[in-house]
């Protein structure tokens, strides 16, 4: 059977009249006494107990009847879903992102769901190398990473969602240069470094080893590790100095200093970047919902 054969059904059950159903149904009268012929022989049920003067239902009738209302229900709604999901209206988006850096996110996903309430959101939590690989492999809708980078990445659109961030030495307290506001690169030769794992962020890795490259030295990298609070924490510790953007502040750990660098004008956002094959309709809306908010 088929939902058109289920609806002509349940139009004879609710009228008990043929006549009046296949008005109702805008067919003739004949078709759809054949459209009911042919659904009893294909279940083996008699629906209906007719006569010249009434038509009743039969106990099978009934019961096909009770359950025939919630299929062609069921049916009608997943129709209308699908077609909200083809407008974009409905569905979900996978979102990446870095940690507490990602301050702003919570109003651009206030303000999307604010228009599209239906749309179910889930989110993943990455560094940075693993976000923009989730990124490329498409286990991600939109993934908020830095700009740095994503160039070199094939198929990946983005935009800008934050002003630019500039690059600072990241000093404990108790350092020396923690009672200067700024410092030149090269001054900085002689320091232990620590930095990202080369493993798990290679942009962050290679970035900071080519500032340095780009000074005159190369950076004694005394410790890794594999995420930003974990590197901050080794900071803090007196274990090293590091580079890195002033996004970094955002994370709120204490007994560190920032420098901002005298010879270093580098400096970089935070994008949304997005698969320019992937054909969520939900990535367009998104992304006009950040364009409308930080207009």
Known sequence: MDIRQLINFISVAEHLNFSAAAKDLHISQPALSKQITDLE??????????????????????ALFEKALSIVARSETAIKKARLAAQGSVGRLHIGYLGSI????????RKFRASFPNCEISFSQFNWGALN?????????IAF??????????????????QPYSICAVVPQ????????????????????????RQESPLSYNHMRQLCLSSGFTPNIVGTAPIIE???????????????????????????HYLDLEDCSFSFTIAAAWKAANSNP????????ISDEIQ
């Open 41 to 62: 022989a294909q279940t083996g049920l008699h629906l209906f107990i007719r006569n010249t003067r009434s038509v009743e239902l039969t106990a099978a009738g009934a």
């Open 102 to 109: 990602d301050t702003y996110l919570p109003n651009f996903i």
């Open 133 to 141: 690989q989730a990124l490329e492999d498409g286990v991600l809708d």
């Open 145 to 162: 990473t830095p700009s740095y980078g994503l160039d070199f990445l094939s198929g990946i659109s983005w935009k800008s969602v934050c």
């Open 174 to 197: 108790e350092h020396p240069l923690a009672q200067k506001p700024s410092v030149a690169l090269a001054a900085l030769k002689q320091h232990p470094f620590l930095t990202l794992s």
């Open 230 to 256: 974990s590197l901050l924490l080794m900071v803090a510790a007196g274990m090293g100095i590091t580079l890195h953007s002033r996004l970094v502040q955002c994370y709120g750990v204490g007994n560190l």
């Open 282 to 289: 939900l990535i367009s809306s998104f992304i006009k919902t």
